[in-house]
């Protein structure tokens, strides 16, 4: 059969591959720029084809536990908003790392601080791989540069979670979430049935069989020996995530005199600066970093001693630089060109930026 | 006869019950915590739905309700269980879903997610101990806490002008649509015990025929946060707290 | 003379000695053990009266920590 092609924007992509891909559970609240997610859903009515629960919360705190609870049965259950949204669900997404929970949490930023603005924003990547709430754990983040990899990140974004028992987050922004693409949706898949996730989920809360031990999902351990025991096991486990699960794209790498490294719909500004720069003569190179936890250090310490300087392109006032700084620790001038406040930069602003701060 | 000739299981008529496992508990002595625990054991075996059966515990002193009563469990967030047991009933409809909650777990901070999943009719049980104080911190004025109760953050007691009235939160439960049963009991008398025994009975009951959100609330002591004998804890519940938190059903649909 | 007899056996480990057990009893079995404490240091409850004892249970309804067993026979 040929593959079906449709037009949707990318927060819709996200409700009909959560459909697909048998998630149990959605809980979520409104907020702009994404409430197409839950609007798609309610509107597709999952409940009635694939048994999947769709439930508006009465606050994203609420929301979040929800999905503490679907999760913590071992359910392939999920929750999105946006930036004021995702501050109030660091608290649940901290106590899932400590619980090693799985689950999908979209973030289609906008604008900050505080209230902000509802236009597109990059500024919670701090938020996003350097913690947000409180406690030493690591997100899985994976970014979306196009509506096509709204809808496949779902898939990929459950798989790691439950591939690792860790949280993993989509970290779109305003212009992914609301743009309008082709996509090619993923096939469906059944959701897990009870014995399928007791089998494969031994440690999931979905009632004590005599002869197993009671199940506890908690992150609260007061003996200091026991949680440092717990917190090296959370080490060793984001090592590995590191080690295996880093992904990003090169576009127009080799022999490149110059690099931008960008994530998201920055990175598809930053493909037009390419193709100006190159009318102009000018090699520029584009590291793309999807996922952004783990962050693709090495590749971009490749590129140290082989171009002349690096641009870090985002929607923000410089957060991602300082892992690009990290990664080339000192070897090549790395400078930051950025739009606050939902300003979305044209392709020449960014070339001269790279005129002006690296030439 | 010698007690000797007594002591045979087929004597036996009370005993500590199955689903409470040999852990010592951390509670203070003559805590209602354990009380309770004890209730929720036996209602879980009479019921036989150990295999169908998910806790969510609190923060507060329940904390480590987990680790006595001998079910699956989840441990929330602080104030957040009725939104946990929200999704774990709605995901598993035929599991027998509770959470276990102190005043400040869910009338302070959890306030709202009390209020709303109730308000949803959430098919899940709520053991709410209220014994206006936060014991687990060192004995702070909780929304429950009395006029005038003395505590560690209202050492002269509970000036209403300043920190208002305590909150009759089982009231408020009572008048939403989506409750279906909602009681007040306690469990300083072995009459009393019997009685909340079968609240907490009916409200899992309600959970597995699912009619909506049941709340049994407890009046409770807490001897080390009232600086008091526990006796004396109970005779002072019996005078104060009753009086503000009448026993009784409240609703019962 | 009673009709039934009962009597109690007390985990004397678990015991904390609250005192709970010895209010309820209705027939002046139970008192805390005025010297004797077990390992947590807490002078557990034990039967001070046994002969009185009828197996009401009301000492075991209202243990905090599930420490009591309460037994009957008619007799």
Known sequence: MAEEVKLMKGNEAIAHAAIRYGADGYFGYPITPQSEIMETL????????????????????????????????????MTSSSS???????????????????????????????LGTIQPSQADYFQTVKGGGHGDYRLITLAPASVQEMADFVKLGFDLAFKYRNPAIILADGVIGQMMEKVVLPPFQPRLTEVEIRQARPWATQGKPAGRKRNV??????????????????QAKYREIEKHEVRYEE????????????????????????????????????????????????????YADKVKGILVPELNAGQMIEDVRLAVNGRVKVEHFGRLGGIVPTPDEVLNAIKEKLM | MDTKDIIKPENLVYSKPRLLNDNPMHYCPGCSHGVVHKLIAEVIDEMGMEEQTIGVAPVGCAVFAYNYI?????????????????????????????????????????????????????????????????????????????????TSTCPYGRNVDL????????????????????TRQSVHTAAAVKKAKKAIRQAFENSMAKKGASLVEIVSTCASGWKMLPENANKWMEEHMFAKYPLGDLKNE | MAKVKGTVVVNNERCKGCNLCVVACPADVLALQPKEVNDKGYHYAYMKNPDNCIGCASCGY??????????????
Not at chain 1, 259 to 267: D, E, I, N, T, Y
Not at chain 2, 100 to 114: H, R
């Open chain 1, 84 to 114: 004021p949204g995702v501050s109030l669900k660091q608290e649940g997404i901290s106590y899932m790392a400590g619980a090693e929970l799985p689950c999908l949490i979209v973030n289609v930023m906008r604008g900050g601080p505080g």
């Open chain 3, 62 to 75: 209202v243990c905090p920590d599930g420490c009591i067993s309460v037994y009957k026979v008619k007799l």
């Open chain 2, 163 to 182: 920190y208002g009235y305590p909150l009759k939160i089982s009231d408020l439960v009572a008048k939403l649509d989506g409750s279906c049963y909602v």
């Open chain 1, 217 to 234: 999902i908690t992150s609260l351990e007061l003996d200091p020996a026991r949680m440092e025991e717990n917190n090296l096991r959370f």
């Open chain 1, 251 to 302: 576009l127009d790498c080799t022999d490149a005199d110059y690099l931008m490294v960008a994530f998201g719909s920055m990175a598809r500004i930053c493909q037009k600066t390419q193709e100006m720069a190159a009318a102009e003569g000018i090699k520029i190179g584009l590291l793309r970093p999807i996922t952004l936890w783990p962050f693709p250090t090495e590749a971009i310490a490749g």
């Open chain 1, 42 to 77: 309610m509107e597709e009515k999952p409940w009635e084809t694939t048994g999947m629960v769709v439930l508006q919360a009465e606050s994203e705190v609420a929301a979040i536990n929800m999905v503490y609870g679907g999760a913590g049965c071992g359910k392939a259950v």
């Open chain 2, 70 to 150: 001998d079910i699956d469990w989840q441990e929330a967030a602080h104030g957040r269980a009725p939104a946990i047991a929200t999704a774990i009933k709605r995901l598993n409809p035929d599991k027998l879903v509770f959470t276990y909650q102190g005043d400040g777990d869910l009338a302070a901070i959890g306030t709202a997610e009390t209020i709303h999943a109730c308000n949803r009719g959430e098919n899940i049980a709520i053991i709410f101990i209220n014994n206006g104080i936060y014991g687990m911190t060192g004995g702070q004025m909780a929304p429950t806490t009395l006029e005038g109760m003395v």
